[in-house]
């Protein structure tokens, strides 16, 4: 089965950009890296050309989308940027965008109205008002996060605030990668469209980590030095449920069926997705 969007550009070129890039890549369909001018150079694939484009500027991204035909946008700006995602919806809705997958590829997002989970439940909201079909992945904690999450590079411990015993789904670099670039191209739009795709490589709470990663835990009231606010609010989202791709922040409680925390891996049959004990050779 083939998909009828034939060509992609992915906006953004960092931690999941330039993967989901190379993974279009190896597809052998279009694809495009829509990149802000004066950017570090970005290393891609011989048929990927890189397009510079003022993230801010509407009609400069559209018309980029328009000469390369572009039929599918895929946003991986950060969670810091995701208002920035407004102008590049307005520019793929002046292009004729078939599909907008916007910023996710983190915990769920729907349902909230505050913080970075609000701004980017928000652009879902906008996408929807301005008509352009998309599609929602959830993924969870990147599995290569979480020794940064949990500070385990200084003392090497598992820190831990608050109890630490909800369960949170985890899910490897490349296998979001490949999910997405496998089921953009093979799925028809009635499984793509406005809908919400929820991975999980693996399942775990953040004290069992310990065990995996041959350590102990330590709990504290905070994660402190480099990004400490923000590993120590993650954590808060975790303890809350949320760090579960099936949570269901409204409800306060798991989903089931197709809202249910991997119920999208089925999506691509037959593969095996990586363990923590895989990424960290543990």
């Known amino acids: 089965m083939s998909s009828p969007y034939k060509s992609f550009a992915v906006a953004g070129g960092g931690t999941v950009g330039l993967p989901i890039v190379n993974a279009l890549a190896a597809k052998n369909v279009p694809v495009i890296l829509l990149s802000r001018p004066g950017s570090a150079a970005k290393t891609v694939p011989p048929n990927v050309q890189v397009v510079e484009v003022d993230f801010s500027d509407t009609f400069q991204i559209a018309r980029a989308l328009q000469k390369h035909n572009i039929d599918v ?77 949990v500070d385990y590079g200084n003392g090497g411990k598992i820190k831990v605030v608050g109890k630490g015993d909800a369960p949170v789904s985890y899910t490897s670099i490349a296998d979001v990668a490949g999910f997405v670039a496998h089921v953009l191209t093979t799925l028809p739009p009635s499984e793509l469209e406005n809908r919400i ?14 065990a995996q990663f041959k350590t102990s835990v330590e709990y504290v009231d905070s994660i402190t030095g480099e990004d ?29 069926g197709n809202d249910a925390a991997g119920s999208a891996n089925a999506l691509w049959a037959g593969h095996r997705w990586q363990s923590i004990k895989e990424v960290h050779k543990l």
């Open 228 to 256: 400490g606010g923000l590993k120590t609010g993650l954590q808060g989202i975790m303890n809350s449920g949320g760090g579960s791709t099936g949570w269901d922040v409204v409800k306060k409680a798991e989903g089931q």
């Open 73 to 149: 946008v895929l946003s991986t700006l950060t969670t810091t940027a995701a208002a920035a995602q407004k102008p590049l919806v307005d520019g793929a809705k002046l292009a004729g965008v078939k599909l907008f997958v916007p910023s996710e590829f983190g915990s769920p997002t729907e349902g909230h109205t505050e913080g970075p989970l609000g701004a980017k439940n928000e652009i879902a909201a906008y996408l929807k008002s301005v008509g352009i079909p998309s599609t929602r992945i959830y993924a969870g904690l990147f599995m290569e996060f979480i020794p940064w999450l």
């Open 197 to 210: 795709l929820r991975l999980e490589g693996e399942r775990s709470s953040l004290n069992d980590l310990a």
